[in-house]
């Protein structure tokens, strides 16, 4: 079976192809960065304008970069939630309109889903089941997997994403936006044992996280004059070792020996190093996607298609909705 991904949800305009026997054919990206770096964030209906304009061309060259044609299609995914409503809807009506032309099966796919099953794409592929730590600009969840659609949530932020807390420190030292990757940069040349920030919520039992405090002691420090780079090196560290600490309760209260990393900031050098490195002390393995597989794409959406598709499941009819807000425990096995 031969899929066509398609991702809208936010920034990114990502179309791919997957085959069930060759593997991701294709896997184009169009970032939105420089639309929304202006405003310090994304302007929901100019990205939802973007994609419109991006989503033809981008299909021309992700069926150019597959060697294949419309024709060699099997069936069709495409982002259908969480995500923005506007951006989400160019994406689901896209992949309608060629569906209804083609005449082929359609899935509204769950943005999160892919992001924890991407590094299935990638060799070796993890087994069933594995923690996935899931760390995005919106999300931070410990997620115990134990199969296509059975997710359990460990665990959460009760505020901002690890991914937010990234990118407002980032913001507070005019690194850009989204800052998180920057900011990693200027911390590989910090002291990392600067300031101590806090672990937070490490204190007490539970596998929840909150990242809003955090930022709050970053914007002290640099009004106190603190150089830039040793608060970035400092909070990297301090949101490292936070995140380190509730795997090891979320693996010990699991009993799982595998771990994935999916999310935006699985992009991130000196956690993969960490994580790598607790992995093989217990002798389990860590897994994470390279990083284009990482960050928005929709080659993670092409491979649940197939997957769900591959199982029989289908959009009822033509009309569609979409889910801004889509509980990822919501979602049914396969
Ligand atoms: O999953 P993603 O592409 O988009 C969603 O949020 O759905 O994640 C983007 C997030 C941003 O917050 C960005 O700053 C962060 O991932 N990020 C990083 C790094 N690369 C991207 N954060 C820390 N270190 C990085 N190297
Ligand atoms: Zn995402």
């Known amino acids: 079976m031969r899929v066509l991904g398609i991702e809208t949800s936010c920034d990114e305009t990502?179309?791919?192809?997957?085959?069930?026997?060759?593997?991701?054919?294709?896997?184009?990206?169009?970032?939105?960065?420089?639309?929304?770096?202006?405003?310090?964030?994304?302007?929901?209906?100019?990205?939802?304008?973007?994609?419109?304009?991006?989503?033809p061309s981008l299909l021309t060259q992700a069926l150019a970069e597959a060697d294949c044609s419309l024709a060699q299609i099997d069936a069709i995914g495409y982002t259908q939630g969480p995500g923005l409503q506007g951006a989400l809807m160019t994406g689901a009506a896209f992949a309608k309109g060629l569906a209804v032309a083609r005449g082929l099966p359609t899935l509204g796919i769950h943005h999160l889903e892919g992001h924890i099953l991407a590094p299935l794409l990638d060799q070796p592929a993890p087994e069933f089941p594995f923690l996935a730590l899931l760390v995005s600009g919106g999300h931070t969840q410990l997620i115990a997997v134990r199969g296509l659609g059975a997710y359990e949530l460990l665990g959460e932020s009760i505020d901002d994403a690890v991914g937010e807390a990234f990118d407002k420190s980032a913001k507070l030292m005019g690194l850009g936006y989204?800052?998180?990757?920057?900011?990693?940069?200027?911390?590989a040349q910090g002291d990392r044992t600067a300031i101590a920030f806090p672990r937070p919520m490490t204190d007490r039992p539970g596998l929840d996280f909150s990242f809003s405090g955090l930022k709050t002691a970053v914007a002290l420090s640099i009004a106190q004059g603190v150089p830039h780079r040793d608060v970035a090196a400092s909070f990297e560290?301090?949101?490292?070792?936070?995140?380190?600490?509730?795997?090891?309760?979320?693996?010990?209260?699991t009993g799982f020996e595998r771990l994935v990393l999916a999310g935006g900031v699985a992009a991130n050098r000196p956690l993969r190093a960490r994580l790598a490195a607790l992995m093989k002390e217990r002798g389990g393995l860590a897994f994470y996607p390279p990083t284009v597989l990482c960050t928005d794409n929709a080659a993670m959406i092409a491979l649940v298609t197939a997957?769900?598709?591959?199982?029989?499941?289908r959009d009822a009819g033509s009309p569609f909705t979409v889910r801004p807000r889509w509980p990822l425990m919501a979602l049914e096995s396969g």
């Open 14 to 55: 990502a179309i791919a192809v997957y085959d069930t026997t060759a593997g991701l054919l294709a896997n184009q990206i169009h970032s939105q960065t420089a639309v929304h770096a202006r405003f310090g964030g994304v302007v929901p209906e100019l990205a939802a304008r973007d994609h419109v304009l991006k989503l």
């Open 237 to 253: 560290q301090a949101v490292i070792d936070t995140l380190v600490i509730k795997i090891i309760r979320a693996l010990n209260q």
């Open 178 to 187: 989204p800052g998180g990757a920057a900011l990693s940069a200027l911390a």
């Open 307 to 313: 997957l769900r598709v591959g199982t029989g499941q």
